[in-house]
Nanobody, 121 residues
Framework: QVQLVESGGDSVQAGGSLRLSCAASGMTYSIACMAWFRQAPGKERERVAT???????SYPDSVKDRFTISRDNARNTLYLQMNSLKPDDTAMYYC???????????????WGQGTQVTVSS
């Protein structure tokens, strides 16, 4: 059974940094497409970073040049380095995995329970 456990969320001031981690199990991690999403109260879920099995990464403009996604296949762990944090980055952050290797998130994907990031001005 696929399990994803996020950690690293915290409260920080604007301009600060955080690194989120996601420990994965129950799948062949090295071939999975992995992603980070976030959702703030009253807002839709937003994808903030994706990394495929070839370590190709993509980001929306809202976080590009501030966030970096990476993966450690030896440790079955996904990371999200977040720099220059803004109050608008405040949200629950979720790790997602698609064990098929395809970067689809509406079906076939698994989700963690989330870790809270709060950025104060």
């Amino acid at each position: 059974q696929v399990q994803l456990v996020e950690s690293g969320g915290d409260s920080v001031q604007a301009g600060g940094s955080l690194r989120l981690s996601c420990a994965a199990s129950g799948m062949t991690y090295s071939i999975a497409c992995m992603a980070w999403f976030r959702q703030a109260p009253g807002k839709e879920r937003e994808r903030v970073a994706t990394i495929d099995s070839g370590r190709s990464a993509s980001y929306p403009d809202s976080v590009k040049d501030r966030f970096t996604i990476s993966r450690d296949n030896a440790r079955n762990t996904l990371y999200l380095q977040m720099n220059s944090l803004k109050p608008d980055d405040t949200a629950m952050y979720y790790c997602a995995a698609n064990p098929s290797g395809f970067c689809y998130w509406d079906r076939g994907a698994y989700w963690g329970q989330g870790t809270q990031v709060t950025v104060s001005s």
